[in-house]
Every structure is written in structure tokens, then in C-alpha cells.
């Protein structure tokens, strides 16, 4: 009987939670994908990307699908908090990949850090505010970090608080010891640890599955790779027409135009955003030169996530 209770709860959780994603565009508004004038912020044009967009709509999605699958397994990958009583962890092996039921929760407790990730980390009030190459990346970061807490949480409560220590210490150790040169690098390789981490404690199947999933999210994050470019030695006088030019060059190559800003006085433009699949910055470059008229055109100088 406890059991069809449980069953009967998770699917009024469902059924409410797919009632609350029909109203998603009420709930989370949609921009104009060609962007709004900023007040209080002159020269700067915003726009909210597919990308964000499909990014919130897909964590209402995965939050109902979590929600199922987290309880599978949570009974059988308990723990003591601080270890194995006889002083020794237990290891699973390789007939971990018949434990269908942690491994479905596993994959719940993957998917609904993501969606909570997503829903924090693509915020509309956030990108609103974007207008460096670092606070267009630092959503990918967040989500990142999610999955990052994710894993080490699964890890913990199926060995104990005694690998929370060594995570630590590792931690420390790539804190202090390596230097990746961004949060981005600093989340993948973090998470690359952790699989080896995982894969050394005798769960290969969480390890094969942490993997997947990174291998996924990261396909899907970078897909569509942002990009800035500073249009420099305009003609002067002619500043504004450099922008509507390189602006609609852009957007005809399939960018999504994230910032805008003009420096008047410097004679320069830049642009912040997201080109499009298979794109390069050859391809871009030269498209854009061949597109924007002599007369208006300028020096270009880019930076590439």
C-alpha cells in the first residue's frame, strides 16, 4: 500500500508540474530575439537567445522526469555518514551496471541539478545585464558546477562522509596546484576528476554515466560558441552606420546579437554574440568584410570564448 501511495504521489508531483510548463511563457517572457534599448545603459542593445530560452523551458521539463527517478535507487546507494563500519569501503564493481535502480537515480539526481542550474543560471533579469565575453560564459559555469555538486553528492551518500574529505583535498589541491585560466576549464576539470574519482571507488557505472552525461551537456552548451568583436579606425563620422551595417552582417550570418556597444569618441563598435553552428572566425571574418561597404568599414579585432 505505501508503495501505490508513493506512486500515487510522484505522479500528482508530475501531473502539477506539467500543468505549471504549460505555463511557461507566462511564467518566463520571451524577448524579442532582434533585442530592446537598455535604460539607463546607452549603446547597448540585448537580446534573449534561443539557446537560453529552449535552456528554461527543457529544466521545467527535466524537473517532473527527476523528481520520478531520484527515489529509485536512494534506499539501496545509502551509506553510514562516515564510512563503512569495518573500516573498509565496499566496493560495487563491474556488476554495478545491473543496479538499474541507482543507476536511474543517479541519473535523476544528474538531471534535476541541471534543470536547477539551468533555471538560476539563464535567469532573464541576468542576461539582461550581459555585455562581457566572461558574464556570457558564467551560465555555462553555473550549470556546470550543478553537475559538479551532483556527482559529489551521489558519491557521498553512497560511501560516506569520508569521500566528502578527499574531495576536499582534492579540491585544494586543484585550487592551489593548477591553473586552467578560466572557471570554465576549471568546472570540466573538476568533473574529470571526479570520474577517475569514481571509477577508482569501484563504481564504474556512475563513472561511464557521469561521463555521458558531461560528454552531452558540454555538446550542448558549446554548440553554438560566443564571441566578440571590437570594430576599430571607423571612419569618422560615420560610427552609426558602421553599426546598422556590421549589425545586420551579423545577423544575416545567423548571430545572435547578445550586447552592442559604440564608442563615439574612440571610433569604434563591438558587438558581444552567438555565432552559429560550424561557424568559424576565418568564415565570419570574411563574410563580414565582404559584406559591409567600404566606406564604413573598420578594423576587426575578435575574442573567442
Not at 518566463?28 to 539557446?51: E, K, N, Y
Amino acid at each position: 500500500m505505501s508503495g501505490m501511495k508513493d506512486g500515487a504521489s510522484r505522479t500528482t508531483l508530475l501531473l502539477r508540474a506539467l500543468g505549471a510548463l504549460t505555463r511557461t511563457r507566462r511564467i518566463f517572457p520571451v524577448w524579442q530575439r532582434d533585442g530592446a534599448r537598455m535604460t539607463g545603459m546607452p549603446g547597448t542593445r540585448v537580446g534573449l537567445t534561443s539557446v537560453s530560452t529552449w535552456f528554461r523551458i527543457a529544466s521545467w521539463m527535466l524537473v517532473p522526469l527527476a523528481i520520478l527517478l531520484v527515489p529509485l535507487g536512494v534506499d539501496a546507494q545509502s551509506a553510514p555518514l562516515f564510512g563503512a563500519r569495518d573500516g573498509e569501503i565496499a566496493t560495487v564493481g563491474w556488476r554495478g551496471f545491473l543496479d538499474f535502480a541507482f543507476i536511474l537515480s543517479s541519473l535523476g539526481s544528474l538531471l534535476l541539478a541541471t534543470a536547477l542550474g539551468a533555471l538560476i543560471a539563464f535567469h532573464p533579469m541576468t542576461l539582461r545585464a550581459v555585455d562581457t565575453l566572461p558574464e556570457a560564459e558564467l551560465p555555462k559555469v553555473y550549470v556546470m558546477y550543478a553537475v559538479v555538486g551532483a556527482v559529489i553528492g551521489v558519491t557521498v551518500l553512497k560511501y560516506g562522509m569520508v569521500i566528502g574529505v578527499a574531495v576536499f583535498g582534492i579540491g585544494g589541491l586543484i585550487r592551489f596546484r593548477t591553473d586552467t585560466g578560466s572557471t570554465r576549464d576549471t568546472g570540466r576539470l573538476i568533473i574529470v576528476t571526479l570520474v577517475g574519482l569514481t571509477t577508482g571507488l569501484g563504481l564504474p557505472q556512475f563513472a561511464v554515466l557521469t561521463t555521458l552525461f558531461t560528454f552531452g551537456l558540454i555538446y550542448l552548451l558549446d554548440a553554438r560558441p560566443i564571441c566578440r568583436v571590437v570594430i576599430k579606425e571607423i571612419p569618422k563620422g560615420r560610427v552609426a552606420e558602421a553599426a546598422d551595417a556590421y549589425r545586420a552582417a551579423l545577423r544575416n550570418e545567423g548571430c545572435a546579437i547578445l550586447s552592442e556597444r559604440k564608442a563615439f569618441g574612440k571610433l569604434h563598435v563591438s558587438f558581444l554574440f552567438r555565432a552559429p553552428r560550424l561557424s568559424t572566425q576565418d568564415g565570419l571574418h570574411a563574410q563580414l568584410v565582404q559584406r559591409v561597404p567600404v566606406e564604413v568599414r573598420g578594423e576587426m579585432d575578435w575574442g573567442v570564448e
